[in-house]
C-alpha cells in the first residue's frame, strides 16, 4: 500500500461544526487531490494541487476549503458542516513522473 | 468532456473462474490514459491495472488483463482464477495528456465484484 495517510477515518459530529479532514503523503508527491464519493457511486474531483501554494477547485462543487503549505500535507476544512456534507472523502497524489494516482484510505463523514 | 460508463453495478464469479468486467468511455482525444482501480470494503483503493491509449498491446499484469478497444472506446478488466480477495468495488478511470484540471481522473459509477464459493 502507498504511504499516504488521512485521519480521522470516521467522523461524526454535529451541524454548524468547523472540521478539519488530514491529509499527509511522505512520498514527495507534488500533485495531490480530494474527492468525494458517496455511498455505492463514483468519485467526484472537489480540489487538487499542484504543489506547494498552488490550490484549484474540481469538477464538483464544494463548500470546502483546502490548503497547502508544505509538500506532504493537504488539509480539508469545511467551516461549517451540514449533512448535506455527509460523505466519504478520500484523498490522492502522485509524482509528476508517473500517471498512477496513489490514494488514502478515506475519512467517512457524517453530520448529524 | 469525457465520460467513463461502466454497464454492471454488480458481478459474481465462482472461485477460480474468470469474470470481465466492462467499462465504455467517450473522448474525442486521440492520447489519454485508462486505468482499472479496486476498492475492497473499509479499505484502500489501489491500482489494478493502466492502459496507455497510444499502446495497441493489452496490459496484463498477473491473473488481471484488459481488453483494450480504441475504436470501440472500450476497455474491459479480465480478472482469472479468481481468488476470494478479488472481491471489491472495481472502478474505471480516464485521464487526459492535455486538459487542465490537475490531470485528474474521471471515474465509472463502479462494479461489485462478489466472489462465491
Redesign the interface.
Known sequence: ??DIYQTPRYLVIGTGKKITLECSQTMGHD?M?WYQQDP??????IH???GVNST?K??LSSESTVSRIRTEHFPLTLESARPSHTSQY?CASRTGFT????????TRLTVL | AQT?TQSQPEMSVQEAETVTLSCTYDTSESDY?L?W?KQPPS?????VI?QEAYKQQNATENRFSVNFQKAAKSFSLKISDSQLGDAA?Y?CAY?SLFTG?????T????T?LKVEL
Open positions: 500500500e502507498a500533485k487531490y455505492g457511486m463514483e468519485l467526484h474531483l487538487y494541487s499542484y484549484e474540481g469538477d478520500l500517471d498512477t494516482q496513489y490514494f488514502g484510505p478515506g | 467513463v490514459y486505468f482501480y479499505r484502500q483503493m489501489i491500482l493502466r468495488m472502478f485521464r484540471g490537475g490531470n485528474k481522473l471515474f465509472g459509477t463502479g461489485q
